[in-house]
């Protein structure tokens, strides 16, 4: 079955330095492969709080730890890892239909997602066990 947790990589990101300071740079269709049409960062997150809890029908995504650290829950219906980014010149690539949850906030922590769509409520399926339900047809569809 495609859209694992296994098409979930770490994405290396460009990193250009000097002594004041690094700068990276992401590029849609060049670091990623998905056009990028949005972004948004959470932060502020208080201790001890989780994020996602959804999957994406249709979304790809790249989650950096802009600033601080974080762990992200993967779950592709069958198999599941956590991922800790801790390091803002590299990307959690997550790939469409694959549940996440975000973790483990540190203090001062900004968690950026670069999106390949606009927001649309209906692209997400907020309930686990309609998630399951998703990836069986998913299945039948994509193998
Ligand atoms: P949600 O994606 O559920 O947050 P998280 O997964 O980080 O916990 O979004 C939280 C709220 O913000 C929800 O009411 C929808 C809104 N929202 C937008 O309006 N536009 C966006 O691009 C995003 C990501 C969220």
Redo the contacts with the bound molecule.
Sequence with gaps: MKNSIYECIIVPLTKIHNRAGNITVVEGNISLPFKIR?L?Y?YDIPAGMD????AHKKLYQLIVAASGAFEVLLDDGKNKKVVRLNRPDYGLLVVPGIWRE?FEFSSGAVCL?L?SQK?K?SD?IRNYQEFIRFRRNFGKIHS
């Design positions: 949005r948004y959470l994020r996602g809890g959804h975000i997602v999106a927001y409520e997400y």
